[in-house]
């Protein structure tokens, strides 16, 4: 059993920046994927970023030069360094890790971009 617990979330203007954490109950290096979701009110759920067990990130094109993934595995930690937010960016993020055959998730967090 994984537990995975989000923080860092809140309300900032558009410009600003933000930084959410998520530890893991147990080792990512049990983990393949570890990353984060984002559902906005009314749209369906985005993937946003991930990282993979060799350190490989991808993120989703609309986030791509402002936001940034990073591990650190001696805190069963990954980040989301989230700079230049805008409106759009609003939403309830959710850490996520995939280790065969399950996908774990967080509670949730929100971050709200104002104008």
């Known amino acids: 059993q994984v537990q995975l617990v989000e923080s860092g979330g809140g309300l900032v203007q558009a410009g600003g920046s933000l930084r959410l954490s998520c530890a893991a109950s147990?080792?990512?290096?049990?983990?393949?994927?570890m990353g984060w979701y984002r559902q906005a009110p009314g749209k369906q759920r985005e993937l946003v970023a991930s990282i993979t067990s060799g350190g490989i990130t991808n993120y989703v094109d609309s986030v791509k030069g402002r936001f940034t993934m990073s591990r650190d595995n001696a805190k069963n930690t990954v980040y989301l360094q989230m700079n230049s937010l805008k409106p759009e960016d609003t939403g309830v993020y959710y850490c996520?890790?995939?280790?065969?055959?399950?996908?774990?998730w967080g509670q949730g967090t929100q971050v709200t971009v104002s104008l």
């Open positions: 996520y890790t995939i280790r065969s055959p399950y996908t774990y």
């Open positions: 147990g080792s990512i290096f049990s983990s393949y994927v």
